[in-house]
Every structure is written in structure tokens, then in C-alpha cells.
């Protein structure tokens, strides 16, 4: 979620009544999703570490949200948002809270539950992207949209963001789990596109909104290994992307998909800027 004085957002608003919008990851605060529930969807935030409520930061945090963002959406509901900040904690009345790992879903997650499920640098953290992708395709409804931001470079040195490409693969698995998956877990940005494809979701757009530099990786090439050097040099001069999917089933007869789609771009804006 950007700082709340940074909030712009709020053009074409999309209707959110009665849509369920699910948030993976969504940091030190909740404030992405609130504003959702305040234009009418039921929210969710699913993390293995949620953040716990700081009484030195969220009050202060959320009042200036709601003012900032009060202005741009004059058609808000901000009893959601009051009740947190009056309770001094996160009510799950408000917003749904699942503390728990992606690659292992609670029970109380069935199929099909979002409409709309984003991330913002959460899917290079999973030690199996495709197996988080069947996860999400089973989580959402027909239809459904998933927007996901993803750094794919070495989170260890950024100014050096091929370097992890080095190792073998099972060597590098003992580095990321000694990290805590904290490193980055190497898969490429096509890699992941296809992982995607594989679990049940076509491909919206693929918004490559950072490239290395030939430089960059001219100076690490020789040192690849296998499976990276094999890649062209198009393929590895991603270093972010901004994946939009959508589950391979047809919307329920009410849902437009271009409604879902406004969504999308809607919900994208908030968690991952423009």
C-alpha cells in the first residue's frame, strides 16, 4: 500500500458491491483493502506473518488514509474503517484474516471464494510458483481476475540483480531456504507467465515495468548456470513485471468481464501504484 499522501487514485471507479477481493501479502498495513470495503467488497488479507496492530502506527496511518482518500471517493462507507481505528485492532468482521503459508491453504478457504486476488513483491517468495499459481486458480471464481507485481532480482544486492543466477538449482534451494525466502526465488518472469497458464488462468497483459541493463547481464552470462544460460537475453533482462490474469472460465451472466477488468486496474493501482 503507498503512503496515504501519495494516494491518487480515483478516476472510473468501478462498482465493488457484493465482489470478494483477497490481498496476498499486504505488509505493514491493511489500508489497500480497506478502501475496497469502503466502496462495497468484502476484503480478505492472507499472509503467514499478518501484522499485528501498532498503536503508535495504525491509528495514525488510517486517519490519514481516510482523509486523503475520502476526498478522491466521495462515495465511500467509512464505517469499516472507524470501527478498526475506534476497537484499536483489525476487526475480521471488517476484514477477513488468514495467517497462514500460500503453498498450505486453511480449510476455511473454499474454491472459488475472490473475485479478485493481488499481490505486490509476494510471488518471487514462494518456494513453488506453480504449485501457488493452482493455488490462487482454485481460490478464484470463474472469470476472476489476479493481479500480481513481481521483483525478480537478487533481493540480496540489488545493484546486482542477476548474481543468484549463478548457482544450480539445488544449491541455490538451500540459500533460499537459509534466507527464509527472503532472496528471491530465481523464477523468471516467462517462467512464471507460464506457470500461470498451466494452473487455469489466461494472460490479460504483461506490463515489464523493469529491464536490467545488457551490460548488467554481459557481466554475469559466463557465470550462469545451465538452466539460466539457456534463456535469451529477452528473457533475462526482466526484472519486474506486472502480471494480469484471469481465471479460464466464463463470468457469471451479471459480471461483465470489462466490470472485472476496471476492478482489476482499480485494485492494482492501489497496491502497486500506477
Request: aromatic share 8%.
Amino acid at each position: 500500500m503507498p503512503d496515504f499522501a501519495k494516494v491518487t487514485v480515483l478516476d472510473d471507479i468501478p462498482d465493488l458491491t457484493g465482489l470478494s477481493v483477497l490481498e496476498l501479502g499486504p505488509g505493514r498495513n491493511f489500508g489497500s483493502m480497506l478502501i475496497c470495503q469502503a466502496l462495497g467488497a468484502r476484503v480478505a488479507v492472507l499472509d503467514k506473518y499478518l501484522a499485528k496492530w501498532d498503536p503508535s502506527y495504525h491509528p495514525r496511518f488510517y486517519a490519514g488514509l481516510r482523509a486523503a482518500a475520502a476526498r478522491r471517493l466521495p462515495r465511500a462507507k467509512w464505517d469499516g474503517l472507524a470501527a478498526i481505528v475506534a476497537a484499536g485492532r483489525h476487526l475480521r468482521e471488517t476484514i477477513a484474516q488468514h495467517a497462514c503459508d500460500l503453498a498450505a491453504p486453511p480449510s476455511d478457504l473454499p474454491d472459488s471464494s475472490f473475485d479478485v486476488i493481488v499481490s505486490n513483491a509476494v510471488l518471487e517468495h514462494v518456494g513453488d510458483t506453480y504449485l501457488t499459481a493452482c493455488e490462487l486458480a482454485r481460490l478464484t471464481r470463474g472469470g476472476g481476475l489476479g493481479v500480481h507485481q513481481v521483483d525478480f532480482r537478487d533481493h540480496q544486492n540489488f545493484d546486482r540483480p542477476y548474481d543468484f543466477l549463478r548457482y544450480d538449482d539445488e544449491e541455490y534451494r538451500r540459500i533460499f531456504l537459509r534466507s527464509r525466502n527472503e532472496n528471491g526465488n530465481r523464477v523468471r518472469s516467462h517462467e512464471l507467465v507460464e506457470d500461470f497458464r498451466r494452473a487455469g488462468f489466461s494472460i490479460d497483459r504483461v506490463d515489464e515495468n523493469l529491464l536490467g541493463t545488457p551490460e548488467q547481464l554481459a557481466a554475469v552470462r559466463p557465470l550462469l548456470s545451465a538452466r539460466f544460460a539457456a534463456m535469451s537475453d529477452e528473457q533475462l533482462l526482466v526484472l519486474s513485471s506486472r502480471i494480469f490474469v484471469r481465471r479460464t472460465a466464463q463470468p457469471a451472466p451479471t459480471e461483465s468481464f470489462e466490470r472485472r477488468r476496471g476492478i482489476g486496474s482499480f485494485v492494482r493501482r492501489l497496491v502497486g501504484g500506477a
